[in-house]
């Protein structure tokens, strides 16, 4: 397998995206637009290329342990999961914000430092914009979706969460009080095969960076 540079890729949209960069950039795999299979892995033999999706917060592990060489993860799962890998290109989709949520009400308990509950699905993010750069103790409740409603059934006063286009906040009548920070699509690469396989990857990175807008 050590022939093979193996790619990570977040399902979902992020992998649809990732697919599209690569293939400008020469990189393919006719095995992945088969219809309706349940494959998990797929491999392009002429390009020595092996691909695979996986859930968000798992990119970075896979990455980190060398299972995958490269992976396209969101920087907001960078942040969170703080793993030891090299993130070496911005890729510039997948944009959105990290920001601290909730109704009006609750801008006044950021103003004062108050003790508040925060329910997030980024803990390690929350903790760290709070604690660190605001010195504001809080009380933080780990959930793994929908947190929007955590200041609806009083759970919780705010959220930590990302912010695409705001219409969730919108519809459920939350909005921006703070934004911790921007986010994209990050390229990621596993310390060992930067060194082992240097050749590749560089080439790899280097082809992708003349793609980017
Ligand atoms: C994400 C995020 C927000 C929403 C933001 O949730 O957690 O809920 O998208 O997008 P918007 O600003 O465009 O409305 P996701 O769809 O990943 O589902 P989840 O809440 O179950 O995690």
């Keep these: 397998m050590n022939d093979y540079i193996t790619i990570a890729l977040t399902k979902g949209r992020l992998a649809?995206?990732?697919?599209?960069?690569?293939?400008?950039?020469?990189?393919?795999?006719?095995?992945?637009?088969?219809?309706?299979?349940?494959?998990l892995i797929f491999t392009n033999e002429e390009q020595k290329l092996r691909f695979f999706l996986a859930k968000g917060p798992d990119v970075p592990t896979y990455v980190e342990y060398g299972a995958a060489d490269i992976g396209v993860v969101g920087s907001d799962i960078i942040?969170?999961?703080n793993r030891r890998v090299y993130e070496v290109l911005d890729l510039g989709f997948g944009k959105c914000r990290m920001c601290v949520c909730g109704p009006e009400k609750a801008r006044e308990l950021l103003q004062h430092h108050e003790m508040i509950r925060v329910t997030t699905k980024y803990p390690n993010i929350?903790?760290?914009?709070?604690?660190?750069?605001?010195?504001?103790?809080?009380d933080i409740i780990k959930l793994n979706g929908s947190v929007?409603?955590?200041p609806i059934v009083d759970l919780?006063?705010?959220?930590?969460d990302i912010v695409e286009t705001g219409s969730t906040?919108?519809?459920?009548?939350?909005?921006?009080?703070?934004?911790?920070?921007?986010?994209?699509?990050?390229?990621?690469?596993?310390?060992v095969s930067m060194q082992m396989k240097t050749r590749r990857v560089r080439?790899?990175?280097r082809n992708v960076r003349d793609c980017l807008e």
């Design 16 to 39: 649809n995206r990732t697919m599209e960069l690569l293939g400008k950039a020469g990189y393919y795999c006719e095995e992945m637009n088969e219809k309706g299979s349940r494959k």
């Design 79 to 81: 942040l969170e999961e």
């Design 126 to 138: 929350a903790r760290e914009y709070f604690f660190n750069r605001k010195h504001q103790t809080v």
């Design 148 to 150: 929007e409603l955590g």
């Design 156 to 160: 919780g006063d705010v959220i930590v």
């Design 169 to 191: 906040l919108k519809e459920n009548g939350l909005m921006v009080l703070e934004e911790v920070c921007g986010i994209s699509a990050r390229m990621i690469v596993n310390q």
């Design 203 to 205: 080439e790899i990175i």
